[in-house]
T-cell receptor
Framework: GAVVSQHPSWVICKSGTSVKIECRSL??????MFWYRQFPKQSLMLMAT?????????EQGVEKDKFLINHASLTLSTLTVTSAHPEDSSFYIC????????????FGPGTRLTVL | LAKITQPISMDSYEGQEVNITCSHN???????ITWYQQFPSQGPRFIIQ???TKVTNEVASLFIPADRKSSTLSLPRVSLSDTAVYYC??????????FGTGTRLQVFP
């Protein structure tokens, strides 16, 4: 149980385009989903936390207008990287939990974004 | 920003026990400590979670002292397939969830 999927697993796009990444909890209802970014050989950095039906809470330094997060249902959250630039190239990983805070986060397989 | 620190890397041989520590001085009173394993280009995989004292499951043990300012992940009898990066994840006093710096474990035959 507690399976989280992401789509796509990798994407290459041109600078200035927008990219949408989907995160789904397959066998449980996720009241909270988290979006992380990971650069090579670094730890995961939390970008934002989203609760179903409400606006996402962004971490300091993360532009909410650039990284649009939608959590429309208890099993789906999307991250849209708008007007992507090469510096946005990274490994984006989502996680889902039953409730915010101490409950266990289950992670998706990640999406490798490369912006040319 | 509170930093959750781990040793950068560790080496071991197959069959040995490996203990990886995580320092988290600013851990929140009510938050759990969770450990994950990550292989290259994959999402982290849940290993174990605990609040205090000792927790054991089929793959690992987690030791947490009374002050909860650190924790130790213990992997019994590692194999080559345990070569990965291990992260602790901790909730801090300022209500942030922060990953540790990660420990790269290399297991040799």
């Amino acid at each position: 149980g507690a399976v989280v999927s992401q789509h796509p697993s990798w994407v290459i796009c041109k600078s200035g385009t927008s990219v949408k990444i989907e995160c789904r909890s397959l066998d449980f209802q996720a009241t909270t989903m988290f979006w992380y970014r990971q650069f090579p050989k670094q730890s995961l950095m939390l970008m934002a936390t989203s609760n179903e039906g409400s606006k996402a809470t962004y971490e300091q330094g993360v532009e909410k207008d650039k990284f649009l997060i939608n959590h429309a249902s208890l099993t789906l959250s999307t991250l849209t990287v708008t007007s992507a630039h090469p510096e946005d190239s990274s490994f984006y990983i989502c996680s889902a939990s039953h409730r915010e805070g101490t409950d266990t986060q289950y992670f998706g397989p990640g999406t490798r974004l490369t912006v040319l | 920003l509170a930093k959750i620190t781990q040793p950068i890397s560790m080496d071991s041989y197959e069959g040995q026990e490996v203990n990886i520590t995580c320092s988290h001085n600013n851990i929140a009173t009510n938050d759990y400590i969770t450990w994950y394993q990550q292989f290259p280009s994959q999402g982290p995989r849940f290993i174990i979670q605990g609040y205090k004292t000792k927790v054991t499951n089929e793959v690992a043990s987690l030791f947490i002292p009374a002050d909860r300012k650190s924790s130790t992940l213990s992997l019994p009898r590692v194999s080559l397939s345990d070569t990965a990066v291990y992260y602790c994840l901790v909730g801090t006093e300022n209500d942030k969830l922060i990953f540790g710096t990660g420990t790269r474990l290399q297991v040799f035959p």
